[in-house]
């Protein structure tokens, strides 16, 4: 079992930069890929991006290529989401899950099984 919470949502304006944290728990962590997903208002939930276990590998979006930067601190138990050059369209709530498999770390959200509460991210003037 993993347990997740995310943190670090906010308000921003357009050009500003937010930092995501993801905190787990659960003896499966160091084994576990983790990706990030977005849902806005009367959209489908998207993949944003995924980091494979050892942080070796990564994955993103082409929507946010160039723009956002994953990591993780296997020490901390903890996933970061660095987001730069925010625009309105990344307006949505975030969230982190996890997978405890092997193999590249992919975007399809049904491939995940644990799952954060979400955070807010709101990019406006």
């Known amino acids: 079992q993993l347990q997740l919470e995310e943190s670090g949502g906010g308000l921003v304006q357009p050009g500003g930069s937010l930092r995501l944290s993801c905190a787990a728990s659960?003896?499966?962590?160091?084994?576990?890929?983790v990706g990030w997903f977005r849902q806005a208002p009367g959209k489908e939930r998207e993949g944003v991006s995924a980091?494979?276990?050892?942080?070796?590998?990564?994955n993103y979006a082409d929507s946010v290529k160039g723009r956002f930067t994953l990591s993780r601190d296997n020490a901390k138990n903890t996933v970061y989401l660095q987001m730069n050059s925010l625009k309105p369209e990344d307006t949505a709530v975030y969230y982190c899950?996890?997978?405890?498999?092997?193999?590249?770390?992919?975007?399809?959200?049904?491939?995940?099984?644990?799952w954060g509460q979400g955070t807010q991210v709101t990019v406006s003037s």
């Open positions: 899950a996890a997978k405890v498999e092997s193999g590249s770390p992919g975007l399809n959200s049904n491939d995940y099984p644990y």
């Open positions: 659960g003896s499966t962590w160091k084994s576990a890929a």
């Open positions: 980091i494979s276990h050892s942080g070796a590998a990564t």
